[in-house]
């Protein structure tokens, strides 16, 4: 090869040499890159993958939706037996206000009764949601129950001799209140009203209220 001014050095000879081959390979490997790129339908790369993964995220979408979730059951919460936080076995009934509509308060008359008279105690039952609705307050609902100070036992309890009451159905409106007042005996009392009932001694207790899962603070009084 010659160049108007003469022959070229070796190395700028063979330099080119290089630099041709190397274009001719490049073409050569974007000439059989297209060739596959055609024969499989001009789909970019990494697009049967993506196609694989939505494929997957569907069938377990549908996997889900056929078999409903029971976790709601297994972790809805047990009665812990302790006299204390018995909760009430009436379910709400359908269209009334259901529980977290709800707030419940207990009253004691007066702070400290003499042995052998009988306290009583007020339950308010209050709708706490921003809408009116009604609900089943019947004395049969209602849960009134004297505990030890520390809570750690149940002596009496409004629904263990007296369980059933009359339907007592309250629309109540926004913050509206419904009042009732329950008078204990003073002696103890077990479910089913099992057992001897025997006067309470004189001492420090605890009363506390509840409609459906709905419990009151606890309210201290004392028989002297």
Partial sequence: MLE???????????????????????????????????????????????AASSSSVTKAAEGSSAKPSTS?????????GTAAATPSSNPVAQGQCPDQSLAVRVTVEQPT??????????IVITNISTAPCSRDVGSGLQQVSVLTLDGQRRLWSSTDC???GQPDVRTLNRGEQAAFTVTWSGST???NCAGDRVPVPAGAYA????????RSSVEPFNIA
């Fill in 72 to 80: 709601a059951e297994s972790s809805a919460p047990k009665p812990s």
């Fill in 207 to 214: 009363v506390v209220a509840q409609l459906g899962s709905v």
């Fill in 189 to 191: 009392s077990q479910p």
């Fill in 113 to 122: 009764y003499k042995t052998g008279e009988t306290p009583v105690f007020g």
């Fill in 162 to 164: 007296y369980p059933d």
């Fill in 4 to 50: 108007p001014n003469g022959p070229l050095p070796p190395e700028i000879y063979w330099r080119r040499r290089v630099l041709a081959i190397g274009v001719l390979v490049v073409a050569l490997a974007l000439v059989i890159w297209l060739v596959v790129m055609f024969a499989r339908g001009g789909d970019a790369p990494g697009s049967t993958k993506a």
